[in-house]
């Protein structure tokens, strides 16, 4: 079992960056695929980002692919989302959840997650 913790949010303007941790503990990390997710204010979680136990693979939503990068520590039993040229629209809370996935995949459905951490709010200004 592993339990995310995030980090790393807050405001920043239009066209600025922002890099997210999510720290989980227990001794299992590494064999957990792990994601990042976003809920803006009246609408559905969303799939962001998500990098498979070994790192080798990695998917991103289209609306930040280029923008975004996933990475993972497993020495450290962290994750990181690295957001560059953030928009209003990137505005939300951001969740970092963890995935018994069977496989080295990296996946995008939230109900292939298992734990989920209470997120941590980005506030992109215009």
């Known amino acids: 079992q592993v339990q995310p913790v995030e980090s790393g949010g807050g405001l920043v303007q239009a066209g600025g960056s922002l890099r997210l941790s999510c720290a989980a503990s227990g001794r299992t990390f590494s064999n957990y695929a792990m994601g990042w997710f976003r809920q803006a204010p009246g609408k559905e979680r969303d799939f962001v980002a998500a990098i498979s136990w070994s790192g080798s693979s990695r998917a991103y939503a289209d609306s930040v692919k280029g923008r975004f990068t996933i990475s993972r520590d497993n020495a450290k039993n962290t994750v990181y989302l690295q957001m560059n040229s953030l928009k209003p629209e990137d505005t939300a809370v951001y969740y970092c959840?963890?995935?018994?996935?069977?496989?080295?995949?990296?996946?995008?459905?939230?109900?292939?997650?298992?734990?989920w951490g209470q997120g941590t709010q980005v506030t992109v200004s215009s």
């Open positions: 959840a963890a995935s018994r996935t069977p496989r080295d995949i990296a996946p995008m459905r939230p109900r292939l997650y298992d734990y």
